[in-house]
């Protein structure tokens, strides 16, 4: 079993910044891609940014200069920090990674989600 906890989501102003984590534990055998994606009420669910165990970054055209995508491997984390936001960037946020368990099946595993509120 794997389990993807997040972190850090939260009612913020325009303007202002916020930082989140989520944190994999479980049968992990490797981690390959990590990435953020968001989904706002009566929206489909799209892509923020990703990284690949190499660190090559990826980002939507929409928060390319705000937002950073990073990874510590050791803690098994990914990050997403947040500046200048906006109200278009209210939606709750999932993070998902790609990961090849001890039984060495690949599949994508992904977080409960965690709100993020940015008021005008």
């Known amino acids: 079993q794997v389990q993807l906890v997040e972190s850090g989501g939260g009612l913020v102003q325009t303007g202002g910044s916020l930082r989140l984590s989520c944190a994999a534990s479980?049968?992990?055998?490797?981690?390959?891609?990590m990435g953020w994606y968001r989904q706002a009420p009566g929206k489909q669910r799209e892509l923020v940014a990703d990284i690949t165990s190499g660190g090559t970054t990826n980002y939507a055209y929409s928060v390319t200069g705000r937002f950073t995508i990073s990874r510590d491997n050791a803690k098994k984390t990914v990050y997403l920090q947040m500046n200048s936001l906006k109200p278009e960037d209210t939606a709750v946020y999932y993070c998902?990674?790609?990961?090849?368990?001890?039984?060495?099946?690949?599949?994508?595993?992904w977080g409960q989600g965690t709100q993020v509120t940015v008021s005008s």
């Open positions: 479980g049968s992990i055998f490797a981690i390959h891609s």
């Open positions: 998902k990674y790609a990961i090849t368990s001890h039984n060495l099946v690949r599949r994508d595993y």
